[in-house]
């Protein structure tokens, strides 16, 4: 029986996004739409008008600064350059996607569903900064796949596209 090499507790914690990591099919998927749900909760219940945005903000960057530790650690264990397991990059990326979005459901359904779309699909220059050395490369395509959805989702709003 071979012995697994032992595992940084919090870093998987967090990387994996409690667990989330390992859901099937689409784990990627599976940590947006919570990360979107847990917003549009929150952010409902517990944020004061226009104090949204910062929140957000602070939370995409606050995750942000977390993922880049420790999806390198879970890299570096787990022997996987990307590990698909690894979704605290979707979580942020997400977190970004949402930042000055209306809190009304169909904006933030188009900022899942348009944060998804640049996160598979990985437009230039997303596929290159996935090529980014460890837990940056793993970060920041997500973060650019958030950025371009956010501008989208902007011109939603400013145009009133979306009801």
Known sequence: MEEQAPR?????????FF??????????????LVTAALWWTGAGLFVLG?????????????VLMIG???SSIVAR??????PGFVVIDEVAGQLIALIAVPLRWQYVLASFILFRGFDI??????????KLPGGSG???DDVGA??????????????????
């Open 8 to 16: 940084t507790a919090f870093a998987w914690l967090a990387a994996t």
């Open 19 to 32: 667990g989330i990591g390992f859901l099937r099919p689409g784990p990627g998927t599976w940590a947006s």
């Open 50 to 62: 226009g104090l949204q945005s910062f929140y957000a903000t602070v939370a995409a960057c606050a």
């Open 68 to 70: 880049i530790p420790v």
């Open 77 to 82: 264990e787990s022997g996987v350059s990307d």
């Open 121 to 130: 699909l990985k437009p230039p220059p997303l596929r290159q900064l996935e």
């Open 138 to 140: 793993i970060m920041l």
């Open 146 to 163: 958030g950025v371009f959805a956010n501008i989208i989702v902007q011109m939603l709003t400013h145009f009133r596209i979306l009801h």
